[in-house]
Nanobody, 118 residues
Framework: QVQLVESGGGVVQPGGSLRLSCAAS????????MSWYRQAPGKERELVAD????????KYADSVKGRFTISRDNAKNTVYLQMNSLKPENTAVYYC???????????WGQGTQVTVSS
């Protein structure tokens, strides 16, 4: 069964850090482009960060450049999002996405809530 499971969300104060994890099962994410998206209340889902396969080229939304880092560990079949210097506007549900380059396979996780508040 194909599955993406996010974890690591929670409540953090402004300026704090969190590391999100996205564990894949049922397929090998080493051949998939992996992304993190987020959706805040009343807003559309937006791309936060992306990492390609197999080279690992990364790209980020302008609002998170220099503060967030996406990485992948193919041996653990897991993708991470390190989030530093968090701001209240980063509050959202964060979703993991896997997309295949050679097929229409496109998978989503269930999301993990990140709340940045004092």
């Amino acid at each position: 069964q194909v599955q993406l499971v996010e974890s690591g969300g929670g409540v953090v104060q402004p300026g704090g850090s969190l590391r999100l994890s996205c564990a894949a099962s049922g397929f090998s994410l080493s051949r998939y482009g992996m992304s993190w998206y987020r959706q805040a209340p009343g807003k559309e889902r937006e791309l936060v960060a992306d990492i390609s396969a197999p080279v690992g080229i990364t790209k980020y939304a302008d609002s998170v450049k220099g503060r967030f880092t996406i990485s992948r560990d193919n041996a653990k079949n897991t993708v991470y999002l390190q989030m530093n210097s968090l701001k209240p506007e980063n509050t959202a549900v964060y979703y993991c996405n896997a997309r295949a380059y050679s097929s229409n396979n496109d998978y989503w996780g269930q999301g993990t809530q990140v709340t940045v508040s004092s």
